[in-house]
């Protein structure tokens, strides 16, 4: 892994990743969470392998290279807010604006990002591409990890069956669903026992559109899903305390 030592290894659970993004996509040009997610990820393997990140090579994310396979990561902002979805527009405008403000805020927050694979495979879309185009996912983490759940039960009948068999090389890396839902940090979006997904409005296998339909389930989905990534940054907290070094804590990010 290359390693930043002109770098302080800790992780600011409250950073905002849009505050030094040099883009409009914080997951392509924040420096910040690029660090943070090679930090976090470069670490051992549920079977012990070494899974190290690097950032050297050219027009590439993260990297890893070994006897495990040649792997090509991006980040992916999984915490859907819907501000932007011309489609959710009406429903937008009848939420406060700071209402509005303080999701994005915390979705830009360590707790509400991911990293997937980013080559595509016989020209067809990644993961993260798939997750945000499907109408039966959009771009929600509780519905992907769904998707991932049954595959990894060898259920290949969601949304994105096919998109992630593309991937199984890089799904393998990680045993079975317990494996990945560790190594990811991701327990605050299962039940204890790792038997189902603890999704943030009432599920009905895909039928449905993933967006919200209504205000009302707008502000539960939002509301679950503020909740989901505060857990997560005080778990990735915990994480890098015991691994890393001291992680600042805070309850919620801080206001710009």
């Not at 927050?109 to 016989?122: C, E, H, K, R, Y």
């Not at 409005?201 to 967006?211: G, I, K, N, R």
Request: proline share 7%.
């Amino acid at each position: 892994m290359h390693s930043e030592t002109n770098r302080p290894m800790f992780i600011d659970i409250a950073f905002d990743f849009r505050t030094d993004a040099t883009t409009s996509d914080p997951d392509q040009s924040s420096p910040t969470l690029r660090r943070y997610h090679q930090l976090l990820w470069s670490k051992p393997l549920p079977n012990g392998h070494e899974f190290g990140l690097d950032t050297t090579t050219p027009w590439t994310y993260l990297h890893h290279a070994s006897d495990l396979g040649e792997f090509f990561l991006s980040s992916d902002s999984v915490i859907a807010t819907y501000s932007f979805r011309p489609s959710m527009a009406g429903l937008i405008g009848q939420i406060p604006q700071a209402d509005v403000e303080r999701f994005e805020r915390i979705g830009y927050t360590i707790g509400g990002m991911m990293i997937f694979p980013s080559n595509m495979v016989d020209g067809k879309w990644t993961i993260n591409m798939a997750r945000g185009m499907n109408r039966r996912i959009g771009d929600r983490m509780d519905l992907t990890l769904e998707c991932i759940r049954r595959y990894y039960a060898g259920d290949p009948r969601t949304p994105l069956g096919e998109t992630l068999a593309r991937y199984s090389e890089f799904l393998a890396l990680f045993g079975d669903f317990r494996g990945y839902v560790d190594f990811f940090l991701l327990q605050d979006l299962v039940t204890d026992d790792y038997g189902a997904v603890d999704f943030f409005l009432p599920f009905d296998d895909f039928v449905s559109p993933a967006m919200p339909a209504d205000l009302d389930a707008y502000t539960r989905f939002r509301d679950a899903s503020i909740q989901f990534v505060l857990e997560r940054n005080k778990r990735i907290a915990a994480w890098c305390a015991e691994h890393l070094a001291p992680s600042r804590i805070e309850e919620e990010p801080r206001r710009p």
